[in-house]
C-alpha cells in the first residue's frame, strides 16, 4: 500500500518509487475499483491528505519501515479515529492507486500559485556553489516552476529539467521564454527520467531528497562535476512535520555519496526555501573526481 512521503519540493511529500505500483505515474485510472472511482474528487483529496499528514509525524524508522509495516500502522490508527473496516479499505485504495495523480496534483497548485509560499528566487546555496564554475551541462531534479534552472540557464549553462508536475513544468517553459532563455523540460518523476552516464557538469538536488540518488548521481556526473544538495535537517521537524525524504540526520548526506569528494559540507539555521522561514537545513556540494 501507500505512496511514501518525499519531497518533491519542500514539504514536498511525493510518493516514493521504493513502492513498485507507485512507479506508474498516471497509468492507475482505467483499473480503479468501482467503489473509489465514483467518490467526488474532494473526498480522495482529503483521504489522501489525512494519510500526508499521519504518515509525515511518525519517526523515521516508521516512515522507512515496509509496506506492510505501514499499512498495519495505519489500518489501526483509522481504526482508532472510528471508521469502519469497509471505511478503512477504500482509503488504502485511494492511497494506493491515485496517490501519485493526487500528490501531483497538489504540487501543481502549489508551484502555481499567484502567491507562492516558497522562495522563487534560486536558491541562494547553489548560486554560491556555482559562481565561478566553468558553465556546462546542468539537471535541475524535481525543477518545479523553474526558478533555479532559469538561474543556470542566465548563467550559461546548458539547462535540463524535470518534475512530475505538468503545470508547474509549463509555468517554467513559459517564464524561460519570456526571458529569452533556453530550458530543455520534461514532465517525469526521477524514476523515469534517463539520467545517463558521465553525462552532467552539475545535478541540482535543491529539497528532492538524496537518498534515492546516491547510485544514480555517481554514475551521470561527468569527472569534474558537482552535485548540488539542500533539504531539512532533522532539527526541523521539531516545529512540524516534514516529508521524510527532505529530511537527514546529522552527517548523513555525505555518507551516501562515498565517491564524491566533498567541496563543502554545512548543517546552519538559515532561511529555507520552503514555508519553514528560519530552520536547520543541510547544504552539500561534492565534486566527482576526475579519472
Known amino acids: 500500500m501507500r505512496p511514501r512521503l518525499q519531497h518533491s519540493k519542500p514539504g514536498a511529500w511525493a510518493p516514493s518509487t521504493r513502492w513498485h505500483?507507485?512507479?506508474?505515474?498516471?497509468?492507475a485510472f482505467a483499473c480503479l475499483a468501482v467503489a473509489v472511482s465514483?467518490?467526488?474528487?474532494?473526498t480522495q483529496q482529503q483521504v489522501y491528505e489525512r494519510f500526508r499528514a499521519w504518515i509525515s509525524q511518525q519517526p523515521a524508522a516508521v516512515q522507512r519501515g515496509s509496506d506492510a509495516d505501514v499499512t498495519s500502522r495505519y489500518r489501526a490508527y483509522l481504526k482508532q479515529q472510528g471508521f469502519t473496516d469497509a471505511d478503512i479499505d477504500s482509503q488504502l485504495r485511494i492511497i494506493d492507486e491515485q496517490g501519485r495523480r493526487l500528490e501531483i496534483e497538489r504540487w501543481n497548485q502549489i508551484l502555481t500559485s499567484e502567491k507562492p509560499f516558497f522562495n522563487t528566487n534560486p536558491n541562494a546555496f547553489l548560486v554560491e556553489m556555482a559562481r565561478g564554475r566553468k558553465p556546462g551541462r546542468a539537471l535541475d531534479v524535481g525543477m518545479g516552476q523553474g526558478r533555479n534552472a532559469i538561474?543556470?540557464?542566465?548563467?550559461?549553462?546548458e539547462v535540463t529539467g524535470f518534475d512530475p508536475a505538468e503545470r508547474a513544468v509549463a509555468l517554467a517553459r513559459?517564464?524561460?521564454?519570456?526571458?529569452?532563455?533556453?530550458?530543455t523540460t520534461e514532465i517525469k518523476g526521477y524514476e523515469d527520467f534517463d539520467f545517463g552516464e558521465n553525462r552532467w557538469d552539475l545535478i541540482l538536488l535543491s529539497y528532492v531528497g538524496g537518498r534515492e540518488f546516491k547510485e544514480i548521481?555517481?554514475?551521470?556526473?561527468?569527472?569534474?562535476?558537482?552535485?548540488?544538495?539542500e533539504a531539512f535537517h532533522r532539527d526541523a521537524t521539531k516545529g512540524g512535520p516534514i516529508g521524510g525524504a527532505v529530511v537527514f540526520d546529522?552527517?548523513?548526506?555525505?555518507?551516501?555519496?562515498?565517491?564524491l569528494r566533498v567541496v563543502r559540507y554545512e548543517e546552519p539555521v538559515a532561511e529555507a526555501d520552503f514555508g519553514r522561514g528560519r530552520a536547520r537545513v543541510v547544504r552539500y556540494c561534492a565534486e566527482k573526481p576526475a579519472e
Open 21 to 27: 505500483k507507485l512507479n506508474r505515474l498516471l497509468r
Open 38 to 42: 465514483l467518490l467526488p474528487a474532494q
Open 151 to 157: 538561474w543556470l540557464a542566465q548563467q550559461g549553462w
Open 174 to 183: 513559459a517564464n524561460a521564454e519570456k526571458l529569452g532563455v533556453k530550458l
Open 217 to 229: 548521481v555517481s554514475r551521470a556526473l561527468r569527472p569534474g562535476g558537482v552535485v548540488v544538495l
Open 250 to 259: 546529522t552527517a548523513e548526506v555525505p555518507a551516501l555519496f562515498p565517491a
